[in-house]
């Protein structure tokens, strides 16, 4: 009677048993099979995150490439300006001979703002010694010979009512002395503007060497540009200044 009992009792136990054996299987095939796969994929993962460096890092020597690029482009746009502005600074110094340029630099107040006079006026040359203002508004012909006046141009405006007409003094020796010092200041001023731009970009290309977001070749290179742009603005002042004091001892 009880061998019945018995054999069930047995078929349950080795039921439980085959069952713990087939979760045992099963978990150590899902062991085996995960570390195979990481196996399998540490290579390509290893590969991703080498490219991954290699990519910030020719990133980051872009942007500091670009960075010392950008200093460059605005030193040398700023000493080209500087050069520019001696230029037209000299081109209102009197030689003695009647030119359309000397008015340059004269502005009048037209509306409330400020307008260059050659743009609101004919400016002509009929002789060696004159120049001759018209105005395009008739209205406005005080306000001009106001702005020459104050213009510390040296120049004295006849007005009549319709133009206004300038007598050019030939100059005397001691008044081309004191042009040609006025002449010297100025390519001095300009000389100062490099040097200040120069003080400037250096600053800020040592800035980025010392924060380590560029290198010292890098640095190097930039440092060498801001000298190139210095020596090739300070030239082109000096060529301006004394081309400009032969006209003004030419008699």
Not at 69 to 76: F, G, H, Q
Not at 188 to 201: F, Q, T
């Amino acid at each position: 009677q009880n061998l019945p009992f018995q054999f069930s009792s047995t078929l349950h136990t080795l039921s439980n048993f085959y069952q713990h054996l087939s979760k045992m299987i099963r978990s150590f095939s899902l062991f085996f099979a995960l570390f195979a796969a990481a196996n399998g994929f540490l290579v390509p993962f290893s590969n991703l995150l080498k490219q991954q460096i290699q990519h910030d890092y020719s990133l980051a020597l872009l942007m500091a490439s670009e960075a010392v690029e950008e200093i460059e482009m605005d030193a040398e746009d700023r000493m080209n300006k500087s050069v520019e502005n001696v230029k037209q600074n000299l081109i209102s110094i009197s030689t003695g001979r009647a030119s359309a340029n000397m008015l340059d630099r004269v502005e009048v107040e037209y509306y409330g703002a400020m307008t260059p006079l050659n743009q609101m006026a004919s400016i002509s040359v009929p002789s060696a010694q004159q120049l001759t203002i018209d105005p395009y508004d008739k209205t406005i012909i005080d306000a001009v010979e106001r702005s020459i006046y104050e213009s510390n141009l040296g120049l004295t405006p006849n007005n009549d009512g319709n133009v206004i007409r300038i007598n050019i003094p030939s100059l005397t020796e001691e008044r081309r002395k004191d042009l040609m010092k006025q002449v010297k200041a100025m390519g001095e001023e300009g000389k100062v503007a490099i040097r200040n731009i120069r003080r400037d970009c250096v600053d800020g290309i040592k800035k980025l060497e010392k924060k380590s977001e560029i290198g010292e070749d890098q640095a190097k290179d930039g440092l060498d540009a801001m000298q190139k742009f210095t020596d090739k603005s300070t030239k082109g002042i000096d060529s301006i200044v004394s081309k400009k004091e032969k006209e003004v001892m030419t008699i």
